[in-house]
């Protein structure tokens, strides 16, 4: 059990300090599996996973992390809060010539007012400098702007949410493969 934990957390120190902004989407998957698999230990199995991934996006490049944070979201701002069992699907397709990620849970999920401030503040950036407290938005916004960073305007993100129904999360961005990576700066996306 100690020994899984630390084989984990290991990788996932070596995947942060590596120099890569892009990465096989393969290998993100391969780090969220691990994450997972702490967080696993950590709650008691107080959640599933569900995965459904097109087979070749898998040999496709994404932003390191995106994927981990998505769901890093998803779990550390809902396990917490219920003692229900906390279900989260994870799909990953193609969807014309862009990539959909998607994180959906069945968790507590964000109260109305709190996602309008969230939509708000993911569009005027200069407005987050006020926040302080530990839960608030962080996660999203670092996703929000790592993708824009990466992309410019030329990306999609979504997040949706039914209070005690669903929350789910998704980014598009233009497909690229490895070797294209570190030149890559876009093209439209359709909403």
Known sequence: LIADIAYAFGNLMRYSLSREYFVLLQKEIEIVKQYIA?????????????????????????????????????????????RQKI?????????????????????????????????????HPEERSCMSSQHNGRGIFNINDRLQLYYG??????????????????????????EIAENFYGGDIPC
């Open 87 to 123: 279900r989260i699907d994870i799909e990953i397709k193609q969807v014309n010539d862009n990539l959909s990620i998607t994180v959906t849970n069945n968790g507590p999920g964000i109260p109305p007012k709190r996602l309008e401030e969230i939509l708000f503040l993911l569009e």
């Open 38 to 82: 702490i967080q696993k230990k950590r709650f008691a199995n107080r959640f599933s996973v569900k995965w459904n991934v097109d087979e070749l996006s898998q040999e496709l490049v994404c932003p390191k992390f995106i994927l981990l944070f998505m769901v890093e979201n998803a779990i550390v701002h809902n396990v917490p809060k219920t």
């Open 153 to 178: 305007k030329n990306y999609y993100l979504s997040l949706t949410s039914e209070e005690n129904v669903k929350t789910v999360c998704n980014i598009r961005i233009r497909m690229q493969h490895e």
